[in-house]
Structures are given as structure tokens and as C-alpha cells.
């Protein structure tokens, strides 16, 4: 009888232990990888560009958004907290400048630093609707 307790006591510890590991590795958050989707396809949809990189921002790739090219994440929150973006899109013939919606930021609620250089950005829409255009 004794010998079974143990062993179920060392079977709850085990699973403890591995629900703890589990959290410890938990990748990309949901929120933010459909997040990082959604900018993806506004990306390709609304630069008017050239779709460029970027191939690794795929659903069936990789489960870990945080793995993805040009994301980092904390590590221990799953947030992402960088987002390089810069040169992403590459401007065609008939390309004029295009704007950026700041709404598909939002996910990233946690995010430090965002580079968008060099993607001919003209300027951005604001999430009220607003427009500014950048010099
Ligand atoms: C982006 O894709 C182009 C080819 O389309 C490739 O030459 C370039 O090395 C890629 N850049 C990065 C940073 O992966
Ligand atoms: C990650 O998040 C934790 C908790 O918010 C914070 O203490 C830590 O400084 C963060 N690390 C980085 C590299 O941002
Ligand atoms: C920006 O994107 C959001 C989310 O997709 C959308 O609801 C909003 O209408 C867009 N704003 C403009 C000005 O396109």
C-alpha cells in the first residue's frame, strides 16, 4: 500500500515538474502570432511591394512565433518585444508609397522597439483614422 502512495506521489511530482518546464519554454503568445499573421498579409496586401521575406511568419511552419525571422521575444513573458521590419517590402514599377495602419501594432502590447526602415513608407494611418504624413 505504502509503495503505491510513493509512486503516485512521484507521478504528481513529475507532472508538476513538467507543467513547470512546459511554462517555463511556452513560446509566442496566440494573440500576438495571429497578431503577426495579420501584419504579415497587410504587408503583402497593402505595401503595393514586392512581397519579400518574411517566409518564416507561416502558421504550419512553426508553432513558436518567437522562432519566426525578425521577432524576439521575452522569453520568460512570450511577449514580443522587438519587431525588425526594416526593408521588408520592396517597391515595384508601379509602386507608389503606401501607408501604414498602426492597428495591426496593437496585439503587441509589450513590444520595445519596431525598425520599419527603408519600406518606402509615405506615412501612416493612425488608429483613429487619422493621417500623418511623415517628411
Ligand atoms: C530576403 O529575400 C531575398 C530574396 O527574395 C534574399 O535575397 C534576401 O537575402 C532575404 N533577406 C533576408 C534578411 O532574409
Ligand atoms: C522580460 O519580462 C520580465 C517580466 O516582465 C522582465 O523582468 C525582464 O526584464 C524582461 N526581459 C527582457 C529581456 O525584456
Ligand atoms: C486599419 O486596420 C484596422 C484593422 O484591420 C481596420 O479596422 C481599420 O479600418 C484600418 N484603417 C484604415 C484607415 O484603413
Excluded at 36 to 49: H, P, R
Excluded at 63 to 83: A, F, M, Q
Excluded at 96 to 108: A, E, G, K, V
Aim: with cysteine; proline share 1%; net charge negative.
Amino acid at each position: 500500500m505504502e509503495r503505491i502512495f510513493v509512486k503516485n506521489d512521484l507521478c504528481l511530482l513529475i507532472v508538476v515538474v513538467a507543467l513547470i518546464v512546459v511554462k517555463e519554454l511556452e513560446g509566442c503568445l496566440e494573440k500576438e502570432k495571429l497578431g503577426l499573421l495579420d501584419l504579415k498579409t497587410f504587408l503583402i496586401s497593402n505595401s503595393g511591394s514586392t512581397y519579400n521575406n518574411l517566409t518564416s511568419w507561416d502558421d504550419k511552419s512553426d508553432v513558436d512565433c518567437c522562432l519566426w525571422e525578425r521577432v524576439k521575444c521575452n522569453h520568460s513573458t512570450g511577449h514580443v518585444i522587438d519587431l525588425l521590419l526594416g526593408g521588408v517590402t520592396i517597391p515595384t514599377d508601379t509602386t507608389d508609397d503606401w501607408l501604414l495602419n498602426f492597428s495591426y501594432f496593437l496585439p503587441f502590447n509589450q513590444l520595445v522597439h519596431l525598425d520599419l526602415k527603408a519600406n518606402y513608407l509615405d506615412g501612416w494611418v493612425e488608429i483613429e483614422g487619422n493621417f500623418i504624413v511623415i517628411d
